[in-house]
């Protein structure tokens, strides 16, 4: 049973504008949320995290945000550059301490020059 | 930085063979994961490691087996090859007390299995 959920498989974007990548979660066992990018043949990289306890933490272009009682999490990306068209996988946490991460499915982005 | 190696980055097998997947972290984690990653299907865990010797089913751990005789390496076995195993297999690390749950990936490894 999937806990962690991307819905959307793509997105396109114009260069310069918003990017918005969600997430949505099923249950609130989870201490940590994180997004990762990942390019073709290469491993993901982690791009921004936030704790159960916040609503929002900032990096650079990239914000996410997280709504605990929607049980959903998103990801701005302003603004939106070429490099950036990868595929974007969120993943959650549990607070069990098994650290058997839950990824989504991802999500592909392209932006478009 | 963290660096996490694997060794290989494509490899072609036959079904019924025998295959080794190794990883190698430089950063003294305790943890070591891995995953494969399927279209569609996101990245599922295999496998996980929080110690020498140490080691805990993920949620696909059928098929194959691994070792951490070495904090710094884990391997994984597929100890006869099914065309279903078809997959990049993706090595992680983290350290036990990361505050952020940062996990640190590999490059992958592309296994076809003919």
């Known amino acids: 049973d999937q806990q962690v959920k991307q819905n959307s498989p793509s997105l396109s974007v114009q260069e310069g504008r918003i990017s918005i990548l969600n997430c949505d979660y099923t249950?609130?066992?989870?201490?940590?949320f994180l997004w990762y990018k990942k390019y073709p043949a290469e491993g993901p990289t982690f791009l921004i995290s936030?704790?159960?306890?916040?609503d929002k933490n900032e990096d650079g272009r990239f914000t996410v945000f997280l709504n605990k009682s929607a049980k959903h999490l998103s990801l701005h990306i302003v603004p939106s550059q070429p490099g950036d068209s990868a595929v974007y996988f969120c993943a959650a946490r549990p607070t069990s301490g098994t650290y058997k991460y839950i990824f989504g499915t991802g999500t592909r982005l392209k932006v478009l020059a | 930085d963290v660096k996490v190696t694997q060794s290989s980055r494509y490899l072609v097998k036959r079904t019924g063979e025998k295959v080794f997947l190794e990883c190698v972290q430089d950063?003294?984690?305790?943890?070591m994961f891995w995953y494969r990653q399927d279209p569609g299907l996101g990245l599922r865990l295999i496998y996980f490691?929080?110690?020498?010797?140490?080691?805990e089913k993920g949620d696909i751990p059928e098929g194959y087996s691994v070792s951490r005789e070495k904090k710094e390496r884990f391997s994984l076995i597929l100890e006869s090859a099914s065309t279903n195993q078809t997959s990049m297999y993706l090595c992680?690390?983290?350290?036990?007390?990361?505050?952020?749950?940062?996990?640190?990936f590999g490059e992958g490894s592309r296994l076809t299995v003919l």
């Open positions: 936030i704790s159960s306890i916040k």
């Open positions: 950063m003294d984690h305790e943890n």
């Open positions: 249950n609130s066992m989870f201490d940590y």
């Open positions: 490691s929080y110690d020498v010797k140490m080691k």
């Open positions: 992680a690390s983290s350290l036990r007390t990361e505050r952020t749950g940062e996990l640190f």
